[in-house]
């Protein structure tokens, strides 16, 4: 395994790592879906089924479109040969509830504020990378206290490509002034993991606070954690 001693720099996925990933989005996907399907209450929850919810255990799908992709591929599912100018409009428009109902629907996991003012104080840089959109990202931080605690906020539509390319922990490296290897990526997803190891992270962790499992998440991790309120133990004592 890595060496933790070696990170300077933790950058946490957001949905299901910092915050509770299906409190807060099976809200906007039925508000999308149900706004999709003119309140058609059946085809709105079928919508939300294509986009990876499982009805029986109520929680989306680890590596589903909702779990894992970007607000451009839940247009791509939903409405696919869109032409481009239609497209760009609709993936606006979701960006638009996406922040909304993200920022007022956000829940923390347990123990976020004294894990992030923990690591803060312990000299850590944090970032946020998270394939929800930069916008989103910001208003959740901000609707939950948050802001001061990042040195960037990075969303899909900040970089060319995003997860699982390397190119949001490269942005945060360059922002930060620090190399890859001495950043740790913390996600619930695989595309989060793989993000890590693409771009040369020096840890990749995962965290069974979201939608994937422990075996899900043991191929790419070099450690897995019920969740982010165990880091301060991993990094640098109790």
Do not use: C
């Not at 002034?177 to 793989?194: K, Y």
């Amino acid at each position: 395994m890595p060496d933790p001693s070696a990170i300077r720099g933790i950058l946490f996925d957001k949905d299901g790592t910092l915050i509770d990933f299906n409190q807060t989005w099976f809200g906007i996907i039925m508000t999308l879906a149900r706004s999709i399907a003119d309140d058609d209450e059946a085809a709105a929850r079928a919508l939300a089924e294509q986009g990876g919810y499982d009805w029986q255990q109520q929680r989306f799908v680890g590596g589903s479109v909702v779990a894992a992709g970007t607000v451009a591929d839940l247009v791509d599912l939903w409405h696919p040969n869109l032409p481009a100018a239609d497209r760009t409009a609709r993936i606006a428009g979701y960006n638009d509830v996406a922040v909304d109902e993200g920022s007022r629907r956000a829940a923390g996991i347990a123990g976020l504020d004294h894990t992030l003012e923990t690591l803060v104080a312990r000299g850590f840089q944090l970032g946020i990378a998270t394939n929800d959109s930069e916008a989103g990202a910001r208003a959740t931080a901000t609707a939950l206290a948050l802001t001061d605690y990042f040195a960037a906020i990075i969303g899909y539509d900040s970089v060319i490509r995003p997860k699982p390319w390397p190119d949001q922990l490269h942005l945060f490296a360059e922002r930060t002034g620090l190399p890859a290897s001495a950043i740790a990526m913390v996600g619930d997803n695989t595309h989060d993991l793989e993000m890590a190891h693409a771009a040369g992270a020096g840890l990749a962790i995962g965290v069974l606070s979201g939608n994937s499992t422990r075996e899900e998440l043991a191929p790419r991790a070099d450690i897995i954690v019920e969740s982010i309120a165990d880091l301060p133990g991993l990094f640098g004592g109790a």
